[in-house]
């Protein structure tokens, strides 16, 4: 049964490219976020799917970044243009319904941006 | 939103001795969660409290919930190489959202 799938492990970008991250979440898991890390930091929550719909995207800077989880195939976090400041390790968790409400949720091992 | 205060930000302690880490909120939980991150890695959940009180134990590993459920603790007897990590505690805010402290980086030589 495999856990939370990420790809890239690494992509560097140049300034002004654009950065495409995947995540697969667990198998039977219909929620998905993605967290944002700076190094030796806590996480930052960025959005919070479930299929075909962004629930809270509260924590994501309203321009150049967007998300989706549609109905078939994994979530996918866009930045457009990135910047230096895009540069960290962008994390995705998964849970099932409802079922992260004080469970926990199944993280991948992330995705390190780098820009260049 | 609810900020989670983690002590100490960082711990650099000799192999086989205690620690205690913390984990203070203003606000009330329903329920708390412990991670451990390793380098290079996502985070793994260690333990789930529930209830006010509770106390659960991994092996070395003590969880505190608070009576209040507004605090949390980690103590670890007899630290090993391979505890180091950063220890982040997490709580669930409205809308299914986890929140996470800034993590206790913890390094433990032999």
């Known amino acids: 049964n495999a856990g939370v799938m990420q790809n890239p492990r690494h992509l560097v970008r140049r300034r002004g490219q654009e950065a495409r991250l995947r995540c697969s979440p667990m198998?039977?898991?219909?929620?998905v976020y993605w967290y944002r890390q700076l190094p030796e930091e806590g996480l930052k929550f960025m959005v919070y799917?479930?299929?075909?719909?962004?629930?809270?995207e509260s924590g994501m800077p309203k321009e150049r970044f967007s998300a989706e989880f549609p109905k078939e195939g994994p979530s996918i976090l866009r930045i457009q243009q990135v910047v230096r400041g895009d540069s960290a390790a962008y994390f995705c968790?998964?849970?099932?319904?409802?079922?992260?409400?004080?469970?926990?949720?199944?993280f991948g091992s992330g995705t390190r941006l780098t820009v260049v | 939103t609810q900020l989670l205060e983690q002590s100490p930000q960082f711990l650099s302690i000799q192999e086989g001795e205690n620690l205690t880490v913390y984990c203070n909120s203003s606000?009330?939980?329903?329920?708390l969660q412990w991670y451990r991150q390793e380098p290079g890695e996502g985070p793994v959940l260690l333990v789930t409290?529930?209830?006010?009180?509770e106390v659960k134990k991994l092996k070395r590993l003590t969880f505190q919930f608070g009576d209040a459920r507004k605090d949390s603790s980690l103590h670890i007897t007899a630290a090993q190489p391979g505890d180091t990590g950063l220890y982040l505690c997490?709580?669930?805010?409205?809308?299914?959202?986890?929140?996470f402290g800034a993590g206790t980086i913890l390094r433990v030589k032999s």
């Open positions: 409290v529930v209830t006010g009180g």
């Open positions: 799917l479930q299929k075909e719909n962004i629930i809270d």
């Open positions: 968790a998964s849970s099932p319904n409802d079922a992260g409400r004080g469970y926990g949720y199944t």
């Open positions: 198998k039977g898991h219909s929620h």
């Open positions: 997490a709580a669930m805010e409205y809308g299914n959202k986890l929140v």
């Open positions: 606000s009330v939980f329903s329920s």
